[in-house]
């Protein structure tokens, strides 16, 4: 099996060095490709994937995760793509663990924790390992044979935000969502920035505003308001 690695990036240049360094030193690096797209950073993000010469940096036309993604996927050459965010680090018996579980489903991701050891936060993490809709999220990751995300028309670019769960929203009708039974971890960032319980109502009433139907812009436009966001 072989993958390709897609990360969105906007203003990552405080994280993304760490993803690439494990990407580019795990043992089953000859099995996959890493394609960042950038949404028009304006630190120094560029110049830090730049040096790391065997990733391929492609500036996406359009500052939109779900744009971003899409367009990587079509530049992307393997038959499983494997959706990445830059602040996350992976276990690293990913490309293991992705074959196996493409024996059981078509997609799926991890569990997550978060880097900051929290009692609140492990509430949160302990959550992701069920399969309900309210626990999944980019930042779990997702792969995904190349033949359902063409099915599904890739993401929908409408959302500007939320494209992870319109994905799986779409995805679940035709497919089982498979968890793999181990942790990706997730930076803590924004809870650090604002607080628990405010990053959680703001969540909350995000997923409400997208199960409502309400306009992803107006959905973006809150959720940077409420948690003081530059970029989102």
Same mark, same amino acid.
């Given at each position: 099996m072989n993958l390709s690695i897609i990360i969105p990036t906007l203003n990552e240049q405080q994280n993304i060095a760490q993803l690439l360094k494990q990407l580019t030193n795990?043992?089953?690096? &000859? @099995?996959?490709?890493v394609i960042v797209v950038d949404g028009g950073s304006t630190d120094s993000t560029l110049e830090t994937i730049r040096q790391f010469p065997t990733v391929i940096l492609l500036k996406s036309p359009t500052c939109s995760r779900a744009a971003?993604?899409?367009?990587? #996927?079509? %530049?992307a050459k393997? &038959?499983?793509l494997y959706f990445v965010?830059? &602040?996350?680090?992976?276990? &690293?018996?990913?490309?293991?663990d992705i074959q196996e #579980?493409?024996?059981?489903?078509?997609?799926?991701?991890y569990r997550y924790r978060f880097d900051s050891g929290t009692s609140l936060l492990s509430i949160n993490s302990f959550f992701t390992r069920f399969p309900m809709m309210w626990c999944r999220g980019g930042d779990q990751t997702l792969f995904i044979t190349r033949s359902l995300f063409e099915?599904?028309?890739g993401f929908d670019e409408y959302y500007c935000v939320m494209e992870d769960f319109d994905?799986? %929203? %779409? #995805?679940?009708?035709?497919?089982?969502? @498979?968890?793999i039974q181990k942790d990706v971890i997730?930076?803590? %960032?924004?809870?650090a920035a604002n607080g628990y319980l405010k990053v959680q109502l703001a969540n909350l009433r995000a997923f409400r505003m997208f199960n409502r139907g309400e306009n992803p812009q107006k959905i973006r436009s809150y959720y940077k308001l409420a948690l003081g966001l530059k970029d989102y």
């Open positions: 795990n043992k089953n690096a &000859d @099995h996959y490709e971003q993604m899409n367009f990587g #996927a079509s %530049r393997h &038959d499983v965010h830059a &602040d996350l680090v992976l276990p &690293d018996s990913f490309c293991d #579980a493409l024996c059981k489903s078509y997609y799926g991701g099915k599904l028309n994905l799986l %929203r %779409r #995805a679940k009708e035709i497919a089982k969502y @498979h968890i997730v930076s803590a %960032r924004k809870y």
